[in-house]
């Protein structure tokens, strides 16, 4: 999911009215009890006309299976859809999708059960997954459909925490960053990233940013998906030091 560089004000109306919401972290039998590499993930993203739900709206959804601890490439999701919201310039520099691209598109709410469908009873992944998920609220309750009620895992929060640790497994202890865009988290983690704002792109680098996370977190003891969850759930859209809107992803 892609941040243009809006005003403070609005991200802050956003995250006020969409932070809480029902797609949460909640372990349950029998996940809870999964060892996190036993676990099915679908790692999502989207890309954005804006970041305020009530005025923007999704221009594309990627996403990426993970079974087995490994990504699974030949299954995989990917759409443009026509906006609701007219694309702007800055969001056209961000992530590339033209209003020629999305002419004659379908609307999101034609894609949503195909998206419900990928996602199945998997976990959710996604970074900063909140922002991504307040759309697709958005988009459900538009459409006349229930919610997703999938578990989710927010990378950040996983980094999050065991960064602030000093773990001593034969390498460097991560980092405690201070820019909390993807692509970051992913070089410092050792993962390919171009920044290039793409849904599915994002997703995929997203998806081996949690398998080098998932290494760390078993080494530290983290050995069921109940503990990942908790870990994991989305809690804050950005670390409490972060001044102003970036693009996320």
Same mark, same amino acid.
């Given at each position: 999911?892609?941040?243009?560089?809006?005003?403070?004000?609005?991200?802050?109306?956003?995250?006020?009215?969409?932070?809480?919401?029902?797609? #949460?972290?909640?372990?349950?039998? @029998?996940?809870?009890?999964?060892? @996190?590499?036993?676990?099915?993930?679908?790692?999502?993203?989207?890309?954005?006309?804006?970041?305020?739900?009530?005025?923007?709206?999704?221009?594309? &959804?990627?996403?990426?299976?993970?079974?087995?601890? #490994?990504?699974?490439?030949?299954?995989?999701?990917?759409?443009?859809?026509?906006?609701?919201?007219?694309?702007?310039?800055?969001?056209?520099? &961000?992530?590339?999708?033209?209003?020629?691209?999305?002419? !004659?598109?379908?609307?999101?709410?034609?894609?949503?059960?195909?998206?419900?469908?990928?996602?199945?009873t998997d976990i959710l992944i996604g970074h900063f997954i909140e922002i991504d998920l307040g759309f697709l609220r958005a988009a459900y309750m538009q459409a006349g459909l229930p919610p997703i009620a999938n578990a989710?895992?927010?990378?950040?929060?996983?980094?999050?925490?065991?960064?602030?640790?000093?773990?001593?497994?034969?390498?460097?202890?991560?980092?405690?960053?201070?820019?909390?865009? &993807?692509?970051?988290?992913?070089?410092?983690?050792?993962? @390919?990233?171009? !920044?290039?704002?793409?849904?599915? !792109?994002?997703?995929?680098?997203?998806?081996?940013?949690?398998?080098?996370?998932? #290494?760390? &977190?078993?080494?530290?003891?983290?050995?069921?998906? !109940?503990?990942?969850?908790?870990?994991?759930?989305?809690?804050? @859209?950005?670390?409490h030091n972060q001044g102003s809107a970036l693009p996320l992803t």
């Amino acid at each position: 999911m892609h941040l243009d560089p809006f005003e403070q004000p609005a991200r802050q109306k956003y995250f006020s009215t969409f932070l809480m919401w029902p797609f #949460r972290s909640r372990p349950q039998s @029998p996940i809870a009890h999964l060892a @996190p590499a036993a676990a099915r993930y679908a790692v999502i993203d989207s890309e954005l006309t804006g970041l305020d739900p009530r005025r923007d709206a999704i221009v594309s &959804l990627g996403g990426l299976r993970v079974a087995g601890g #490994r990504i699974v490439l030949a299954d995989r999701f990917y759409k443009e859809v026509q906006p609701t919201s007219a694309l702007t310039a800055t969001s056209i520099v &961000l992530h590339g999708i033209t209003p020629e691209d999305v002419r !004659g598109r379908p609307g999101i709410g034609a894609i949503l059960e195909e998206f419900s469908a990928f996602c199945a009873t998997d976990i959710l992944i996604g970074h900063f997954i909140e922002i991504d998920l307040g759309f697709l609220r958005a988009a459900y309750m538009q459409a006349g459909l229930p919610p997703i009620a999938n578990a989710v895992l927010d990378t950040w929060p996983l980094y999050d925490w065991l960064s602030s640790r000093t773990p001593n497994d034969d390498g460097p202890d991560l980092p405690r960053l201070q820019d909390p865009r &993807l692509p970051t988290l992913a070089q410092a983690l050792g993962v @390919p990233s171009r !920044g290039e704002h793409n849904a599915l !792109g994002d997703a995929f680098v997203t998806a081996q940013v949690f398998q080098r996370l998932l #290494r760390r &977190l078993e080494r530290w003891g983290v050995t069921t998906t !109940g503990d990942l969850l908790r870990i994991g759930s989305p809690k804050h @859209p950005l670390p409490h030091n972060q001044g102003s809107a970036l693009p996320l992803t």
